[in-house]
């Protein structure tokens, strides 16, 4: 079936350090792509998003690369901080009724000092 | 800033007993969802809303499990005999209809079921 994937479930940064977080998916009608940021207890936060007809976007210390030759997406975190750690999402809207988001399994960044 | 609400944050609730899990989405959405996520494991689909009837559903969403928009800002989740494995955060989210908008999610109910 359809699914979106994580490539590496845990990822053990420098502070300091720039960050990649990769997501790969399957479904070639996704359309829109989201990267969530999920800390511990709380609720999925919006970081940034992106069309496909987009190859690249960038937000505040965030940019979203995606590839849709080989169905890859990517976060990239730039001089990660010790509050980026967290587990992060990418999310898939394939134009389903209802605009269902499918989401990945997650990569957990740990920052360390 | 607009945000979605869920109450409680907390429910423990025996095994075979009926929950009522509350959300608020943002005021000017019009899709409203709700996600399940088993400790440790990923975000699930499991209903989405507009219009005030079920738009798509997963297979998680089985005959025990229900939604309901009681009012104008009111948005349920009702499991009606909770099982086990019932046990996880279950997050609302709302969208507004803008085409390709992200959705923002509630805190979180985290369910126990005992």
């Known amino acids: 079936g359809e699914s979106v994937g994580l490539h590496l479930p845990t990822l053990s940064v420098q502070e300091g350090d720039n960050s990649i977080i990769n997501c790969a998916y399957s479904?070639?009608?996704?359309?829109?792509f989201i990267w969530y940021k999920q800390e511990s207890g709380k609720g999925p936060q919006f970081i940034i998003d992106?069309?496909?007809?987009?190859d690249k976007r960038q937000g505040q210390r965030v940019t979203v690369l995606l590839n849709k030759t080989v169905k890859h997406l990517s976060l990239q975190i730039a001089a990660t901080q010790p509050g980026d750690s967290a587990v992060y999402f990418c999310?898939?809207?394939?134009?389903?009724?209802?605009?269902?988001?499918?989401f990945g399994g997650g990569t957990r960044l740990m920052v360390k000092p | 800033e607009p945000e979605v609400t869920q109450t409680p944050s907390h429910q423990v609730t025996q095994m075979g007993q009926e929950v009522i899990l509350r959300c608020v989405p943002i005021?000017?959405?019009?899709?409203f969802y709700w996600y399940r996520q088993i400790l440790g494991q990923k975000v699930e689909f499991l209903v989405s809303?507009?219009?005030?009837?079920?738009?798509?559903k997963s297979e998680i969403f089985d005959d025990q499990f229900s939604v309901e928009r009681p009012d104008g800002s009111n948005f349920t989740l009702k499991i009606r005999s909770t099982k086990l494995e019932d046990s996880a955060m279950y997050f609302c989210?709302?969208?507004?209809?803008?085409?390709?908008?992200?959705?923002?999610f509630g805190q979180g109910t985290r369910l126990t079921v005992v």
């Open positions: 989210a709302s969208r507004s209809d803008r085409v390709d908008t992200e959705a923002f």
């Open positions: 479904n070639s009608a996704s359309d829109y």
């Open positions: 992106i069309r496909s007809n987009m």
């Open positions: 999310a898939e809207n394939g134009g389903d009724a209802g605009n269902m988001l499918t």
């Open positions: 005021s000017n959405h019009l899709y």
């Open positions: 809303f507009y219009n005030n009837e079920i738009s798509e």
